[in-house]
Structures are given as C-alpha cells and as structure tokens.
C-alpha cells in the first residue's frame, strides 16, 4: 500500500519543478522582452542623435551662410561708399575744371550725341557767364549764338544759350523740340558709375566683387 505521505512528496516535488520552469521561462522572456527594449531604445536614442546632428550641421551651414552673405554685403556697402567718395572727389574736381578743360569735354559730350544740332544749352546761373564767354563770341544780346562752339562742332550746329538757368550742379542740358539730354556732371559721373563700376572696382580694390 502507497503511503499518502509519498503521494504527497511526489506532488511536491513536481510543483516545485514545474514552478522553476514557470520561473524560468518568465526570466527568459523578461531577459528577451528587456534586450528588446534596450535595442529599440538604442535605435531611438541614435535616431535622436542622428537628426540633432543633422539638424545642428544645417543649423550650422544656413549660419555660416548667413554670415558669409552678411560680410560680403557689408564689404559691397564699403566698396560702394569708396566709390562714391571717390565720384564725388571727381565731381569736385569737374566744378574746378579749367577753360581748356571746359571746352574739351563740353566738345566730346556733345560731338558724340546724335541731336538735331538746334539745341539750347542750358547751365547754372554759376556757370552762364563762363559758357557765354567761352563759346559765343558776342557778349551782348539774345538770344546767344554759341558759335565759337559751334565752329568747333562743325557743320550742321546752330546752338544757342539759354538765360534760364539749369537747377544743376555744374555741366548742361541740352534742350531740343522732342526729346531733352542731360548732361550735368551728376549724370554723366552715375552713367560712367553705372558702365564701368567692376573696372572702377578692380582698380580701387583688385576685384570687382
């Protein structure tokens, strides 16, 4: 006859091994669960860095732009306010320009306009007593025959001087019956600015940047 006590035993022994391997098996799954988890943060925490990394390297660049642009504008202002320091030199020196001077560039302006040559030419009132004695031979009368400088234009000009004075600061304006032609020194200066400043530029500085 089996003893109950044995019976008992046996029970025991299985519920404790069965226990273990319950035991087990959740320690296993713990361990999986947990290595998962370790991994799937890894990946996250890499995927985190990466896109800082990424973020902080455009960051970086579009600031690095940004300032590169930004010292390439302020070096453009400064190489501007050179050059227009230095057309105002020049301006300041055409007001101071002599007779022969005068004469010279009022004859190139004009020989390489394409007018009727019936023009008024109008001046400052600073300036009217100089046109006058420079380029009409009558120093009396109106309206004044520049025909000093039309002689030197040669064939086919017939201009005149106006008494109205010209709101410019030094040069002329040549006034026709279509069509006006300024030639103040404040335009000529901004047209030869404007046509050959990179040339300006790479004299002032070694660029024309």
Do not use: C, W
Request: glycine share 6%; proline share 0%.
């Amino acid at each position: 006859m089996i003893k109950l006590a044995n019976i008992y035993d046996k029970i025991e022994e299985k519920g404790k091994l069965e226990a273990k391997e319950i035991i087990k098996a959740g320690q296993q799954k713990a361990a999986a669960l947990k290595k998962s988890i370790d991994e799937g943060f890894e990946k996250e925490y890499k995927r985190i860095i990466d896109d800082a990394t990424r973020s902080n390297a455009d960051y970086l660049k579009t600031r690095l732009t940004q300032v590169d642009q930004s010292a390439k504008q302020k070096s453009l202002y400064a190489k501007k306010a050179v050059i227009n320091t230095v057309i105002e030199r020049v301006h300041a020196k055409m007001l101071k320009l002599s007779d022969k001077e005068l004469t010279d560039l009022v004859v190139k302006v004009i020989a390489s306009d394409v007018i009727q040559g019936d023009e008024v030419v109008k001046v400052s009132k600073e300036d009217y007593k100089k046109y006058r004695k420079l380029f009409a031979s009558k120093q009396e009368g109106e309206p004044v025959e520049l025909d000093l400088l039309n002689k030197k234009l040669g064939k086919g000009y017939k201009l005149t001087l106006s008494k109205e004075a010209a709101d410019i600061d030094g040069g002329f304006v040549l006034i026709g019956k279509r069509y006006d032609v300024n030639h103040s020194y404040k335009v000529l200066l901004d047209n030869i600015r404007e046509e050959h400043e990179s040339e300006v530029a790479k004299l002032l500085f070694g660029d024309g940047e």
